[in-house]
């Protein structure tokens, strides 16, 4: 009998999910324009930063503060794009358009969505990093 908890180990789904949440091509490319070696660093400087920018976001929301939030969004976006977090940017950039759009409150209505989509990236791409580049 199998003693692993299910809870503590990975499904085929959950990998796949997870996969989808980092796009391998971005970090390929960024290998190729720099090297593997710096690729740790950048995550690392990534999530450190993300988290500042999700407080920052959680913050905006519930003080019902657009500009914060479209700034924040615009920024964590940009920088889950670079990185491989491509459905991740691609909601901070939802969020900004309905910002910028002045659609406010379903901007904040997304931002507990955005922020379990942003835990679930980020310690993707922390796996990812974890797996080591070459």
Not at 72 to 78: A, C, I, P, Q, R
Request: net charge negative; charged share 25%.
């Amino acid at each position: 009998m199998n003693s692993t908890i299910a809870s503590d180990t990975k499904t085929d789904a959950d990998q796949q999910a997870d996969e989808l949440l980092v796009d391998e091509s971005v970090l390929e490319q960024m290998i190729l324009d720099t090297s593997a070696d710096i690729i740790p660093i950048l995550i690392d400087h990534y999530v450190e930063e993300s988290q500042t920018r999700l407080v920052a976001i959680q913050e905006a929301a519930t003080s019902k503060d657009a500009q914060t939030l479209e700034f924040e969004v615009h920024t964590l976006g940009s920088t889950a794009l670079s990185l491989g977090n491509r459905p991740l940017g691609e909601l901070a950039r939802a969020l900004e358009k309905q910002c910028l759009e002045q659609n406010h409150e379903d901007a904040f209505s997304k931002v507990s969505e955005l922020i379990e989509l942003a835990e679930r990236s980020i310690e993707a791409l922390v796996q990812r990093k974890n797996a080591g580049f070459s």
